[in-house]
């Protein structure tokens, strides 16, 4: 039976260590500040939301949620996020996607400050990362970068398969265990013999959004199980991308859903938002 990754109690030392943080930088006279901003009603983003607003105030930080109307124009949030990338109490600026079909995503995260950019979706900060050189890490994989590290799994050398490669977590999430020196290979839903990549992992992370995905026998004996994935099954039952039964019986290590991967993302929403907090008031 496999190591459980408990995700949980990562995250609560992690906003524990940023709790601290924020203490001291208010004792500076600076407060932390995010704006959350959700266009239109969509129930899983309302819960999202709300979560990531009550995170804020569990660390100290000042939050605000600008709640937008489904029909509201482009430009007019165009126009509210110029508002908050001017606006000294907001450090961190994140749109919740997705947004209505009428909104051009790309042309909404490109109106976002990238020193706000808090999800670090913006194309600077995409950049940065692949350079090496990032000030924000975009949440999911960093998430997954401190739970690998705070379980003291190494990286350097290892064979790391990523499954899946969305912008938000596969792609970013290959360029981060790049930069810890693993040896990547990233796999998609095109890939000619899945099963053949991911049983040479010695780190797999699974991110494909597809229930139960991956079994037992796609795994190596004693790898480490990354799951991602966060699907409803039809008994309103959370699960990943992972069958936990079959592959806990073969990995070494593995992330269960829920209490994985996903208390970690915004744990390291409020870490990039106090990193850009010390960036724009030159402390350290
Ligand atoms: N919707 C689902 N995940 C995310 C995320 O990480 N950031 C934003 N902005 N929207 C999301």
Do not use: W
């Amino acid at each position: 039976m496999a190591f459980i990754i408990d995700g949980k109690r990562i995250a609560a030392e992690t906003r524990a260590e940023i709790a601290a943080e924020v203490a001291e930088q208010k004792a500076k006279g600076v407060t932390p500040g995010l704006a959350v901003i959700i266009v239109g009603e969509n129930p899983a983003s309302q819960v999202y939301v709300r979560n990531k607003h009550r995170a804020c105030g569990e660390v100290g930080m000042y939050s605000e949620v600008i709640e937008m109307p489904a029909d509201t124009a482009e430009d007019a949030l165009l126009a509210r996020i110029s508002e908050l990338n001017a606006d000294g109490r907001i450090d961190g600026i994140l749109v919740q996607l997705p947004l209505p079909a009428h909104i051009n995503e790309e042309r909404v995260i490109n109106a976002i400050a990238p020193d706000k950019d808090v999800d670090a979706f913006h194309p600077v900060n995409t950049g940065k990362i692949m350079i090496g050189n990032p000030d924000f890490l975009p949440c999911t994989p960093a998430g997954v970068m401190v739970m690998l590290e705070k379980s003291g799994i190494e990286i350097s050398g290892k064979k790391c398969v990523v499954v899946g490669r969305s912008n938000i977590v596969g792609k970013p999430m290959a360029m981060l265990l790049l930069g810890a020196n693993g040896t990547v290979t990233v796999c998609h839903s095109r890939t000619k013999d899945l099963a053949a990549h991911t049983r040479e992992a010695d780190i797999l992370v699974v991110a494909i959004g597809r229930a139960d995905f991956i079994t037992g026998d796609m795994v190596k004996e004693g790898a480490v199980v990354i799951d991602v994935g966060m699907n409803r099954r039809e008994d309103g039952k959370l699960t990943g991308d992972v069958d936990f039964a079959s592959t806990s019986e073969r990995a070494g290590a593995i992330t269960p859903v829920p209490g994985g991967v996903g208390p970690m993302t915004i744990t390291m929403l409020l870490r990039n938002t106090l990193t850009a907090s010390k960036l724009h008031h030159g402390l350290s």
